[in-house]
Every structure is written in structure tokens, then in C-alpha cells.
């Protein structure tokens, strides 16, 4: 469900006034703090929108409503949000904290992959938790994929990612989705298992994503979670989950800057159809209005 405040919403009255004057400017911040867009981020969004106003010598709204569009497009289009998935098998790794929406990602992502008539595969590589291994046998179905699972409770899940790379060049599927655990007792031993997959799948073919799943309600204390996972597990690109309405919106800048990894996918609602990949341009019309 969408969020009741919304940064468009916000931004609408601000950007009705005949002037440019310093209510504007505390207005246009707090919106932008409270669409999480951060201290550090809004603050220099602000700064640069000032100098483009005094470059222009503008006292429209309107026109800043268009520099703010503009200014966020620009930096959001900083990265390159493309999936390369070219490789056959093309093999993704899946990666994130428990409670992101990791798994029903893999079922919403194998839907989306198979609406390009792509054949997917889903691997059970999070052994650790048996009900991980139902629920994505679940949102594997719905999402059309075919799903390896574990040949016996609590198997390495080494094993588990090898065995479905392997079943994909025997089959000739073409893209690879392998699940990962989320937590185990320890986070050195949850690193130490994302590099033993990683080592074990590059003996069989080159990875061709790792995609690191957040959530975008939880903001910057989701990125502090994830941190490990950027520093250890080579993370090539960002799924954002549960992004309903634009209350959380600025996240999507703010992550994307704090960490130089690319936003790839995201996630605006719990239906199988709900995720596609990012396009900056059309993400800030929704975001700005």
C-alpha cells in the first residue's frame, strides 16, 4: 500500500507559490530529509539547486521544480543500472540480510526474466533455514522457473549452487538464480559460505551478477545491515523491496551514492508482477511528480 505522505505530494504546494524565497528552501529540505534522502545527500542536492538558481537568476518555482527533477536524474543516472546477463548460463547470486524480501525477489525476478521468454532456474543454496527452501519452491511456481533443491536436509549449500549451474548446462536454461542465506550463527561464517559459493561456481563458469537485496522502509539502518555483504560478498548491483509510494524514495539516491553500486531492480508491491528494473527518468516523475 501506498505511503499517505508522499515527496510529490510535499513538493506540489511548495512548487505552487509565485517565489523562490527561504521558506522554500526549509521546505524543499525537510521534504527531502523526510523522503530519507539523508543529511549528507540533501545537503548537497540543496547546495546545487541554489547555484543553478542564482546561475539562472530565477525566482520560478517551476523552475526549480524542473532543476530538482533534472539534479536527481543526473545523479542517479551516475551509474549504469543495466543487468548483464548475456553469459549462458547467465548465474546470479542473491544476497541479503533475513526479513529483506530475498526470497519472494527470486520469484518476483524469475517472472520478470521469463516475461523476455527467458528459462530460469532456481537454486536452494539457503540450507540453513528449511522453511527458506519451502517458500521458494512457492515463488519459484508462480514465477515459472524451474528450482533445485537440496538433495537431503541441511546440505551444503556449495553443493546445492553447483548442482543447479550444473542441471542448467545439461538442460540449456539460461539464467541461474541461486538463493543465499541470510544469517547463521555467526557473520564471519555467513561470509566465509558466500565465498565458498562464489569459489565453488567460478570453477564451473563466471558469475554474472550478485544482486544484493534491501529493504527500503528500514532506510539507512538497511544499508548499515548490508555493509558486510557490500565489503565481502561483490556486490554488483541493488534490488530494492517493498518501495511503496515515495515516503522512502530518497533512499534510492542516498544508497546508491553511499555505496557506488548501481540500483538494478526494485520491488513497489507484494504481487509477482511488482518488480522491474530501474530507470532513474521515470523513477523521479514518480518521486517529483
Known sequence: MASPWSLSGALRGMFSRKTIDD????????????????????????????????????????????????????????????LHLTARPAVVLVVGVNGVGKTTTIGKFAKFLKGYNRSVIVGAADTFRAAAVEQLATWAERGGAEIQLPQQPGQ??????????????????????IDTAGRLQT?????????????????????????????????????AQAEAFIEHAGVTGLVLTKLDGSAKGGFVLSVQEKTGIPIKLVGQGEGINDLTGFTPTVFVQNLVG
Request: cysteine-free; charged content about 35%.
Open 156 to 177: 551444503d549449500p556449495a553443493s546445492v549452487a553447483f548442482q543447479t549451474v550444473e542441471r542448467a548446462q545439461r538442460e540449456g536454461i539460461e539464467i541461474v538464480l
Open 187 to 223: 557473520k564471519s561464517g555467513l561470509m566465509d559460505e558466500l565465498g565458498k559459493i562464489k569459489r565453488v561456481l567460478e570453477k564451473q563458469v563466471e558469475i554474472a551478477e550478485v544482486l544484493l537485496v534491501l529493504d527500503a522502509t528500514t532506510g539507512q539502518n538497511g544499508l
Open 23 to 82: 521558506e522554500t528552501w526549509d521546505d524543499l529540505e525537510d521534504a527531502l530529509i523526510s523522503a530519507d534522502f539523508g543529511p549528507d545527500v540533501t545537503e548537497s542536492v540543496i547546495d546545487e539547486l541554489r547555484a543553478a538558481v542564482k546561475r539562472y537568476a530565477t525566482t520560478d518555482p517551476t523552475d526549480l521544480k524542473r532543476m530538482l527533477r533534472e539534479t536527481l536524474e543526473e545523479r542517479l543516472a551516475r551509474l549504469d543500472p543495466t
